[in-house]
């Protein structure tokens, strides 16, 4: 497994006569989350009679989706320093418009997903606006867009859960191919899409630098406010996939869909080793926090760990990620 | 802060002339009257959360009712925020309102803004949420339900559906929420001895979290380990309802059961997805605080409590039920 160029470029500057020491630490700096995620792996299988077996694996990738899909956009957006706090209003907002107009479209199921995929832009258009000409910080932009679409959710149907969808926009939710469940599908196809993006494309290149010194990054001649503005719509897009995603397997959208999402995606994100002052960051890493993440959500339940504790080792997780990042940075 | 005190008092100025201008038209109007007699009531009602759906369709069944009474409403939304409640309920006192119609966020902490209301002598009603055993707060009237009963029906149906009892999945909404907490414990305290709680999750009322940690008990528990799953609302346990379908399960749960008796729990029962829900009649309710209050103001005595009966919706019934 490959890390990401940064990290690697900081690593070979600090690597004068690497001692035991430093290798150590260098190697627990590159695979913390994974060596975590292997010994999470490890410790559920013997713990958990029923969690290595293929129906509850494929449970979990399932149920990880959604928040997988809304993560690799989340991933463009802090690397280049933001952040979006309106994903989950976002989700709350595409699966209504997708939930109202999908029982009644009958066959044609590009209507509910265009429309769907189109709110989520237009909020990321609408941060970008913010950010980029409003020069307004990104934390505050998109608490403000977050309202806003939550506010739309809530507005298009009073409050009300809209609920019963066709057969054919359930099964974006609901549905497989072969044996693999169409959200997973959804989601390994977004994060190889959003890998090459961003580590073979020179637009890949320019998210890095202008996390890495925007001031810099203008001089270069890059242009920062495309860029930027390319990321808010990807973030905007891939959240309104989720809440589609989303209505579609629950049969229904309630308003307040996608509630504190936001902070399960971050999470995710920094656990995947993303840093909140940009410039670090790979869709890899992401993928494992997200992985990471549902595991543990899944393997509690399956142990009958009180739901009192469940926030809290989510909580422990994040500490501990974020510890390691800085360590490793140190 | 300056310049905000200023302008609140500019408001209420503003607010107080704006009152005396309607007072004197409307004092105008009623000799014109020929119906006479009417005054013009305007009612203040905080709803803790106007994103909940059964709220929302509360708060139009108690517009619908203020247009027949012939009553004003002003709605306020304390947005599940005890600060929030309190100012909104310091709003409507500005306003002037001849009474305040409140659903309490919490039976301990909203008692100060109740006590408010009180103090600004200004009559006040409270709204389907209780106060805690002891509290000190001097309404007119409570309207609503118990949320203990919904629970204690619940349990009552499951004893007798399954006299041999069985093992129970329990979908918790919020815990320490006063609805989460009395609807458990009533169900708690009923349910007979030969059932069991093998697994209990929080789901905090949403669809989503009742399918995902369905999705995972139904991994912990096989076919024939589970005999009925009981949820705090329908929305969790429609979720949970629909792990099970898409697990290929609904036959081997012999019951699911939520609270509220939302259209979708409605259909779900139709389907044979969920197998019963206890409704609670919020619309109901609502209409009713509406129409005490109006009778209190004209003059007339009122009860200290109207409750309201929750409804068992089965399979034998649903059809009076659906839309």
């Not at chain 1, 706090?85 to 199921?109: D, E, Q, R, T, Y």
């Not at chain 2, 009257?33 to 106007?50: F, K």
């Not at chain 2, 949320?147 to 399954?162: I, K, R, S, W």
């Not at chain 2, 609805?179 to 697994?199: H, L, P, Q």
Request: glycine share 12%; aromatic share 6%.
């Amino acid at each position: 497994m490959s890390t990401n160029t940064v990290a690697v470029m900081l690593r070979e500057t600090k690597q004068d006569g690497p001692s035991p020491a430093m290798r150590v630490k260098h190697f627990v700096g590159d695979y913390g989350i994974l060596i975590i995620f292997a010994i999470v792996l490890a410790f559920l299988s013997i713990a958990a009679p029923n969690f290595l077996t293929l129906d509850n694996l494929v449970n979990v990738v399932r149920q990880s989706s959604i928040i997988g899909i809304i993560a690799l956009g989340m991933t463009f957006i802090m690397i280049t320093a933001g952040i979006d706090l309106s994903v989950g209003s976002v989700v709350g907002l595409a699966g209504m418009v997708f939930a109202i107009l999908a029982p009644s479209s009958g066959n044609a199921l590009w209507i509910p997903l265009v429309a769907g995929l189109g709110v989520g832009l237009l909020v990321g258009f609408l941060s970008a606006a913010l950010v980029v000409w409003g020069r307004v910080l990104p934390f505050l932009a998109t608490l403000a867009t977050m309202a806003v679409a939550r506010t739309a959710a809530l507005v298009l149907t009073d409050g009300q859960v809209v609920s019963g969808l066709s057969g054919p926009a359930e099964w974006l939710g609901s549905g497989f191919i072969g044996p693999i469940p169409v959200p997973v599908i959804l989601f390994i196809v977004a994060a190889l899409l959003c890998d090459f993006v961003l580590s073979r494309t020179k637009f890949g290149s320019h998210v890095y630098a202008i996390g890495g010194n925007e001031e810099s990054s203008k001089k270069v001649g890059i242009s920062v406010n495309r860029v930027l503005f390319t990321v808010y719509l990807i973030g905007g897009g891939l959240a309104a996939m989720g809440g589609l995603v989303l209505t579609a397997r629950l049969d229904g959208a309630a308003p307040t869909a996608g509630l504190t999402y936001e902070l399960q995606v971050i999470a995710a994100v920094v656990i995947g080793g993303t840093s909140l002052f940009g410039g670090v960051g790979t869709i890899r890493g992401t993928v494992i926090g997200v992985l990471l993440l549902g595991v543990v959500m899944n393997g509690m339940n399956l142990l009958g760990v009180s739901s009192y504790y469940q926030q809290g080792v989510q909580g422990l997780i994040l500490a501990l990620a974020v510890l390691l990042n800085r360590w490793k940075s140190d | 802060m300056n310049m905000r005190r200023r302008v609140s008092t500019v408001a209420a100025l503003f607010a107080a002339s704006a009152l005396v201008l309607t007072g004197c038209s409307n004092g105008g109007s009623a000799s014109d009257d020929a119906s006479g007699g009417d005054e013009q009531y305007d009612i203040g009602v905080v709803v803790l959360d106007l994103q909940d759906p059964d709220l929302a369709h509360m708060v139009e069944a108690m517009e619908a009712s203020a247009e027949e009474e012939g009553v004003t409403l002003h709605v306020a939304d304390s947005k599940k925020d005890v600060a929030s409640e309190l100012n909104q309920v310091e709003d409507l006192l500005t306003r002037q309102v001849d009474a305040v119609i409140m659903q309490p966020l919490d039976g301990e902490a909203s008692q100060n803004a109740a006590n408010r209301v009180i103090e600004a002598g200004v009559p006040l009603f409270i709204l389907s949420t209780e106060f805690a055993d002891g509290a000190d707060v001097a309404y007119e009237s409570y309207i609503g339900v118990d949320d203990t009963l919904a629970g204690v029906m619940q349990a009552e149906y499951l004893n007798e559906q399954l006299p041999e009892g069985g093992k129970i999945v329990f979908a918790a909404g919020i815990y320490g929420a006063s609805w989460t907490d009395r609807r458990k414990s009533g169900f708690d305290d009923t349910i007979n001895d030969n059932f069991e709680i093998v697994a209990e999750f929080q789901a905090k009322g949403s669809r989503d979290e009742g399918k995902r940690n369905m999705e995972d008990t139904l991994q912990r528990f096989g076919p024939g380990e589970i005999d009925a799953v009981v949820a705090n609302n329908d929305e969790m346990a429609i979720g949970a309802a629909s792990a099970i379908k898409d697990a290929g399960r609904t036959g081997d749960i012999a019951e699911v059961i939520g609270v509220d008796g939302t259209p979708p729990a409605v259909a779900a029962i139709e389907a044979g997805e969920m197998t019963a829900t206890v409704r609670q009649d919020s619309a109901g309710q609502g209409e009713e605080a509406v129409r005490v209050v109006h009778s209190f103001l004209k003059g007339d005595t009122v009860e200290d409590r109207y409750t309201l009966p929750f409804t068992l919706i089965t399979k034998e019934n649903v059809a009076e039920f659906a839309e």
